[in-house]
Nanobody
Framework: QLQLGESGGGLVHPGDSLRLSCTTS????????ITWFRQPPGKEREFVAT????????NYSDSAKGRFTLVRDNLRSTVFLQMNSLKPEDTAVYYC????????????????WGRGTQVTVST
């Protein structure tokens, strides 16, 4: 079973940047699509961004487009989510999830999850 772990969250000011990491172990990494979701306080989990197995294709939510960038390093079995120009509405627990199929934007289609990392954007 693939295991996931997120890191890189923290407390930042509006306009700052953070880089989240999703590290994996336990199974060949390059057979999995990796997707980031987030769960704002009191809200449901929502799609943020996804990257294909070879890292060649990535897709973003409307809120992430233009500010967030995914990078996949298959040699290090890690996916990075670079988040720039952070806003208070980006405050959430960020999760990475893996799927050994084509990507999905629906969190219910994923069974492999990390524990999440908290991102707080506040003045």
């Amino acid at each position: 079973q693939l295991q996931l772990g997120e890191s890189g969250g923290g407390l930042v000011h509006p306009g700052d940047s953070l880089r989240l990491s999703c590290t994996t172990s336990g199974r060949p990494f390059n057979i999995y699509t990796i997707t980031w979701f987030r769960q704002p306080p009191g809200k449901e989990r929502e799609f943020v961004a996804t990257i294909s197995r070879d890292g060649g294709v990535s897709n973003y939510s409307d809120s992430a487009k233009g500010r967030f960038t995914l990078v996949r390093d298959n040699l290090r079995s890690t996916v990075f989510l670079q988040m720039n120009s952070l806003k208070p509405e980006d405050t959430a627990v960020y999760y990475c999830a893996a799927r050994a199929l084509d990507t999905s934007y629906d969190s219910h289609d994923y069974v492999i999850w990390g524990r999440g990392t908290q991102v707080t954007v506040s003045t």
